[in-house]
């Protein structure tokens, strides 16, 4: 009891002292900042947000971008594209890396290509003697699968199947249909990873036709009129919404994407009108993924979205969008691109886009927001302040998250608290004094990595971060409206009560996180 007393004071009274604080030091209208939600995992997949959607594809654990290592049962040894590909293939590792390790991409329930550490592909162009040198995939990259649990029967389309030999190559001239008994032309496979679940895999895994009618049922249904009611009857006053890059060819988009989605945004649209609220359009997945992530569409997770057809394919989408909703009185701003990666995208290449993307906007309307994001891993925010991005009316977005980082997994929930005080708030009060965008809380959540967190700890650890994000120039934007992890899960905050909704410093409200501390004091007490 002694421990427990302390530490409860000591985060009650961080938490009403920062919300004394703010309330008196705060001179902006709170009322007329950016309090949004994302509409996140329904125009754009992520399959943590609804995992359901992937329930009925066949091979699901073989999905595109799927990691899978290959032991030969006869040999004991492990497939390996020597140096990481570009030259034969070998059959004697003892034990898996990188070079023993391909990328699965889907052809159908049953066939696959195998793209290598480098970025070739198996081939068996050479004869009977398979290598990794294949820079593009075609027939000769195409392999059957024969599945038995983990282990497998590999066989080209033409019917040859793939056997290891004595002196340790990988051929395809096995002289029969081989029965599980047959060592040599079986393997063992070993999934490594499989933690893409975006766009490309669920549209690729049920193939065309049963992926348009999982498509058009989700869009129908996990977003609708109702949800804008009771987020616009909760504190929130704009929805940021991300699409992918193929909207811009609805209805009919490139292979593997299914059209519908333009349809579902202009609903969007329209329903915000009704309920008197605001879009704030997000291009969240651009063509060859800008960080190599499921939520911007990546096929394998490579990021080639660096390239000039893609940055030009990319700002037609804008374009395509601004042409589009620049007129739309619920058009609060468009964000050029979401969390471009650092590691990945050169800041060059990412401001002369930006640059480009704003006059295309600007070309369409001159009052719409136009934000930049800022990259996500090793980037200083302050990078895209000392870039001149526009003249008027731009923002940077951030994303807070006491997540994804080592530096979180061992914080209790007052270090939680206190994090969001030392260092948000002074990184959010500095750039607002930065001359230059307004500043954008475009994605937090009141989720953590505290284990039996309280219900009154959540509503305190989120109270901290409406706070200090309420004192961003431009607002913030909560990820995300619905989602299967009920912490992230906007609409089941709310109607718990693990989040107070709108602004805190309104009476009814504040009143309630003052009885909340009070509260948590009396549970130390007990």
């Known amino acids: 009891m002694a421990t427990r007393l302390p530490r409860a004071g000591l985060l009650v009274f961080a938490v009403l002292l920062a919300a004394f604080r703010l309330a008196d030091s705060s001179t902006d209208n709170s009322s007329s900042k950016v309090r949004a939600v994302n509409l996140g995992g329904w125009l754009v997949v992520e399959g943590w947000i609804k995992p359901s959607l992937f329930d009925g594809v066949p091979n699901r654990d073989m999905l595109d971008g799927t990691q ?99 002196n340790n190559q990988l051929t395809s001239n096995y002289p029969s249909q081989p029965g599980w008994d047959d060592a040599m032309a079986t393997f063992e496979m070993t999934i490594v990873a499989n933690n893409l679940h975006g766009d490309y895999q669920l549209a690729n895994g049920y193939g065309p036709d049963k992926a348009k009618s999982v498509f058009e049922e989700h869009r129908k249904n996990f977003v609708s009129g109702s949800d804008f009611s009771f987020i616009s009857q909760n504190g929130i006053n704009a929805v940021r919404i991300p699409v992918g890059w193929w909207i811009a060819y609805d209805p009919d988009p490139p292979a593997p994407f299914i059209g519908g989605s333009l349809n579902a945004l202009d609903r969007a649209f329209h329903w915000a009108q009704i309920y008197g609220l605001k879009c704030i359009i997000d291009l969240h997945a651009a063509p060859g993924s800008q960080n190599g992530m499921e939520h911007s569409a990546s096929r394998d997770g490579s990021v080639d979205w660096p390239s000039e057809a893609n940055i030009q394919k990319t700002l037609d989408v804008i374009n395509f969008l601004a042409q589009r909703y620049a007129d739309n009185p619920c058009l609060l701003g468009i964000e050029l691109l979401n969390e471009p990666s650092a590691a990945a995208v050169p800041l060059d290449t990412l401001v002369s886009y930006y640059k480009t993307g704003y006059q295309i906007v600007r070309s369409y309307s001159d009052t719409a927001y136009v934000i930049f994001c800022q990259r996500i891993g090793n980037a200083d925010p302050m990078e895209l302040y000392q870039a001149y991005l526009g ?52 994605e937090w959540v009141n989720e953590w990595n505290v284990t039996n967190a309280s219900q009154v700890q959540y509503q305190l650890f989120g109270n901290a971060q409406l706070q200090v994000y309420g004192e961003a120039s431009f607002g913030w934007s909560y990820w995300t ?21 709108g602004s805190l410093l309104i009476s009814p409200n504040y009143m309630l996180l003052v009885g909340g501390c009070l509260m948590y004091l009396l549970s130390a007490l007990t």
């Open 68 to 166: 899978v290592q290959l032991k030969s049962v006869g040999l004991q040894k492990y497939v390996c594209a020597g140096d990481g590909g570009g030259s034969n293939v070998t059959v004697d590792r003892d034990a898996a890396s990188s070079w023993e390790t391909f990328k699965l991409w889907r052809i159908s329930m049953n066939e696959f290509q195998f793209r290598c550490f480098n970025g070739q592909f198996l081939t068996a162009s050479d004869g009977d003697v398979i290598s990794a040198t294949a820079d593009s995939p075609g027939d000769f990259e195409t392999f059957y699968i024969e599945r038995n649990n983990t282990l497998l029967h590999i066989k080209l389309l033409n019917g040859s199947y793939l056997q290891v030999t004595d």
């Open 481 to 501: 409206v619905k989602c299967n992890s009920v912490h992230w899960d906007y609409e089941w905050n709310i109607r718990n009560r693990y989040l107070i909704g």
């Open 391 to 442: 003249a008027t009316n731009t923002v940077v977005d951030l994303h807070y998250y006491n997540l994804f980082d080592p530096y979180f997994e061992k914080l209790n929930a007052t270090e939680n608290i206190q994090f969001i005080y030392k260092n948000r708030l002074p990184q959010v009060q500095s750039l607002n004094s930065a001359n230059g965008p307004l500043v954008f809380i475009g």
